[in-house]
C-alpha cells in the first residue's frame, strides 16, 4: 500500500528443504521494485545463505548474494564485496530485500539475547514492544502488538527505524514511511494502527532530538541560490531559535 492505496504484492512461500522463495513487485508511478529472493536460516532464525536479482526502486539491476560457512561470512552486491570472520550470531542486511526479510530480522531479534543482533557488514539492531492495539476487523476483534526496530543506514535507501504490528506472531504491517506491506487477508484490521504508529514516532522524534540551548553554526556548508542555480562552497550559517539570522564566507 503507497498512501493508503494498493499497488504491489509480494509472495512468500517455504519448501521441504527450508528454503524460503519471494517474489516482490510494486509500481510507483513508473518507479518500483521487482526482486525475487530465496535464503536460508539457522536455528537462531539468522540467514545463512541469501540470493536476491531484480531491479531496485530506480529500474538499476540488482544483484546480490551471501552466505556464511565455517565462521566466515561472503557478500557482494553492486555497492560492496566483503568477508568477515563471524563469532556468534549476526544478522546480513542486504541493500535491496523484500519486506519479508524485515519480517525475518524481527523474529531472529525477538528470539535474540536482549533482542538485540550485531549486524554485517556493521552495527546493531535491537527491537522492543512500545505498545499494544485492540482493531475491529472484518472478522471480529484483534490485538495488535507494534514492535518498532532499529538499525544503522548502510544505504541511502535504508531507514533507522521501521514498524511492526503483529497479530497471533505474525506480521500484519510493516510500517515503511508513506509506504505500508499489509497481508492481504488482514487489509481490513491492519489499516488501524496508523494513527497509534504516529504517536510512537513522534515519540521518538523528540527522544533523539538535539534542540541547542544557545546559537547554533554551521560550518563549511554549501549554499545553494535557486535564483540562478549556484552552489558556494565553504559557508556559515549562524541560526537562532527557529531563524537563519546570517550567512556569510567560513572564517579561514
Not at 12 to 32: K, M, P
Not at 103 to 123: C, E, M, T
Not at 151 to 173: H, I, M, N
Amino acid at each position: 500500500m503507497i498512501q493508503g492505496n494498493p499497488a504491489g504484492n509480494q509472495t512468500t512461500q517455504t519448501d521441504a528443504a527450508g528454503l524460503t522463495h519471494v517474489e516482490y513487485s510494486y509500481n510507483d508511478r513508473g518507479r518500483g521494485d521487482h526482486i525475487t529472493a530465496t535464503w536460508n536460516l539457522d536455528a537462531a532464525g539468522v540467514p545463512t545463505e541469501y540470493e536476491g536479482r531484480g531491479n531496485d526502486y530506480m529500474k538499476a539491476p540488482v544483484e546480490e548474494r551471501f552466505d556464511l560457512k565455517n565462521g566466515k561470512a561472503h557478500w557482494k552486491n553492486r555497492s560492496e564485496q566483503g568477508e568477515q570472520s563471524v563469532t556468534g550470531e549476526a544478522f546480513y542486511i542486504p541493500v535491496n530485500a523484500p519486506p519479508e526479510f524485515t519480517g525475518v530480522l524481527a523474529r531472529a531479534l525477538l528470539k535474540a539475547p536482549g533482542h538485540k543482533l550485531q549486524l554485517l557488514p556493521a552495527g546493531e539492531a535491537s527491537i522492543e514492544e512500545s505498545g499494544k492495539l485492540t482493531v475491529k476487523g472484518t472478522t471480529g476483534k484483534a490485538e495488535l502488538t507494534q514492535y518498532p526496530h532499529y538499525w544503522p543506514s548502510f544505504y541511502a535507501t535504508d531507514g533507522l527505524a521501521r514498524s511492526q504490528w503483529r497479530y497471533g506472531g505474525k506480521c500484519v504491517e510493516l510500517v515503511l514511511g508513506y509506504s505500508s506491506s499489509i497481508r492481504r487477508r488482514n487489509t481490513a484490521v491492519a489499516r488501524s494502527p496508523t494513527s497509534a504508529d504516529n504517536v510512537w514516532s513522534e515519540h521518538l522524534a523528540r527522544q533523539v532530538a538535539h534542540v541547542p540551548k544557545g546559537d547554533l553554526v554551521i560550518r563549511n556548508t554549501r549554499l545553494f541560490d535557486p535564483r540562478d542555480l549556484n552552489v558556494t562552497p565553504g559557508m556559515s550559517v549562524l541560526v537562532r531559535g527557529d531563524r537563519i539570522i546570517r550567512v556569510a564566507p567560513t572564517p579561514t
